[in-house]
């Protein structure tokens, strides 16, 4: 496919890593931010490409994964109501709550079903006129755009029986609770290509200045990232720290300003809960209060669920940098994508899920990888 | 969960106030909101999450970005050069 192929060119690649152990001089260490550039780069194995001086850390950027137990035993009290409709993206289906996934409320009798869109809600709220039509609105920057027109769209046709259970989440205030930490091994960044194709960058600027941290806004594919760690490389070589755009194709500073203007008209900034992390102020949004019509949690009445989350989970420790998959006891014994224990595991995108998606949980250690890929000359 | 795709604009419709395109991934045909994207036409490539165009992709930038790469072998010989001199000198020697 166009604009995916070229981005996969082994060819290419192999210059960008040559290109980066000819510079590397000293350890760094990067943080990929989005969920997506974390699965990319464990299954195409990019990490291990990579001069061992360049350690990649998993950053907080998967929704599905920081989306608080409580929301979801909340989203699951209303599934089960018989009035209603749950509607939502595929990968929430299979997290667990507290008692229950989405799958297992619809194979109880919920009507809970999978959206290719957000849109889709309107049609089904319009063949069902007698039911509640729910949709559970996760996810970042790129999202909010799609689910913001649901709701403006929900509005303009003056339909009553949609509403949504908002868990949106924010990049930036993230990053700086990241590099707020004591912890912090942090030292420079591959930015979220698609969040910052509706947001633009100008908001990692201050971030950048202030932190003293390189951030290259990056796209997904192997050369994508590859490239992106190039760029934050040689910044970090040579003393810089600024925000790079290597996903020029797709973005520009500016970012979507349609997208953002429904956004701003629709959602408001609120603090927010981010599961094996905590609150992070000013961390999400929520429904503007003239839209709060739409408020699943006000339609419902549904009041706080308390939860408690496994003592053993460092996910915590591992959306923030400071941990890795494998330094965690429970990895793969009894936390796997069958049973997970917490965050980082209950989403494809998850680092541990992915981690286990592709075998590194088989202990394959990082010196035979490296001898393999290079043909034994290493 | 941010996954988003280019696909290639086929033809628009407008369905209630907004306006819709046939948008072609690969060889699957999906329908896609244009509302954030009202500069795309037909023939172009959008990315597209959750079934919302979000950014029309630039071909002369792709293009740009593909032929620095291409000219790696060239940059380990230059001392840290600033991209718009890559960008320069990549569109003087590929002539694109």
Redesign the interface.
């Known amino acids: 496919?166009?604009?995916?192929d070229?981005y996969r060119d082994p060819v290419?690649a192999q210059?960008?890593v040559?290109?980066l152990h000819?510079i590397q001089t000293r350890p760094w260490v990067i943080m990929e931010v989005?969920?997506?550039q974390t699965h990319s780069i464990v299954k195409h194995g990019i990490d291990y490409l990579l001069p061992k001086g360049v350690e990649l850390v998993h950053g907080p950027?998967?929704?599905?994964c920081v989306t608080p137990l409580d929301m979801i035993d909340k989203a699951h009290a209303i599934a089960r109501r018989p009035e209603v409709i749950f509607c939502s993206?595929g990968?929430m289906l299979r997290v667990p709550g507290s008692q229950d996934d989405l799958f297992t409320i619809r194979s109880q009798g919920g009507d809970v079903r999978v959206v290719?869109?957000?849109?889709?809600c309107l049609k089904i709220a319009r063949d069902h006129p007698d039911k509640q039509v729910v949709f559970f609105a996760?996810?970042?920057e790129?999202?909010t755009?799609?689910n913001a027109?649901l709701v403006w769209?929900a509005h303009?046709?003056g339909l009553k029986n949609v509403s949504i259970l908002t868990s949106h989440v924010l990049v930036p205030p993230a990053l700086e609770a990241i590099l707020q930490s004591p912890h912090n091994r942090v030292q420079g960044f591959l930015g979220?290509g698609?969040?910052c194709?509706?947001m633009g960058y100008s908001q990692y600027e201050p971030i950048s200045a202030r932190y003293r941290v390189p951030i290259v806004i990056s796209g997904?594919e192997p050369?994508d990232i590859l490239?992106g760690t190039l760029m934050v490389v040689?910044q970090l070589e040579?003393g810089r720290a600024e925000v790079?755009n290597?996903y020029?194709?797709?973005?520009n500073r500016e970012g979507?300003r349609?997208?953002q203007d429904?956004v701003a008209n629709v959602f408001e900034v609120s603090d927010r809960t981010w599961r094996g992390v905590g609150t992070i102020p000013g961390s999400g949004y929520r429904l503007r209060s003239e839209f709060a019509a739409y408020d699943a949690e006000r339609v419902f009445d549904i009041h706080d669920i308390n939860t408690l989350e496994p003592s053993n989970c460092i996910s915590g420790e591992i959306l923030r940098g400071i941990k890795k998959p494998h330094d965690c006891p429970a990895f793969a014994t009894e936390c796997n994508p069958q049973h997970p224990l917490g965050a980082t595991m209950v989403?494809a995108?998850g680092a541990c899920a992915a981690y286990y998606t592709y075998g590194r949980h088989l202990s394959m250690d990082r010196e035979r990888l490296v001898t393999i890929s290079t043909g034994g000359g290493a | 969960m941010c996954l988003a795709i280019p696909g290639k604009v086929l033809s628009e419709y407008v369905q209630g106030s907004m306006r819709m395109a046939k948008v072609k991934f690969g060889g699957i045909v999906r329908e896609v909101c244009l509302e954030y994207v009202p500069e795309a036409q037909v023939g172009d490539f959008v990315l597209v999450h959750v079934g919302f165009a979000i950014s029309r992709v630039d071909p002369e930038e792709a293009e740009r970005t593909y032929q620095l790469l291409q000219e790696m072998d060239q940059l380990g010989e230059l001392d840290e050069p600033e991209f718009g001199e890559i960008a320069t000198h990549a569109a003087k020697g590929g002539g694109s």
Do not use: W
């Not at chain 1, 950027?61 to 599905?64: A, E």
């Not at chain 1, 290719?116 to 889709?120: A, E, F, G, Q």
């Open positions: 496919m166009k604009y995916i070229e290419l210059k960008i040559e290109e000819r989005c969920g997506g950027g998967c929704p599905v993206f990968d290719y869109s957000p849109l889709d996760i996810g970042f790129t999202t755009p799609a027109m769209q303009e046709a979220p698609h969040v194709a509706v997904f050369i490239q040689r040579s790079e290597q020029s194709r797709v973005l979507n349609p997208a429904v989403s995108e």
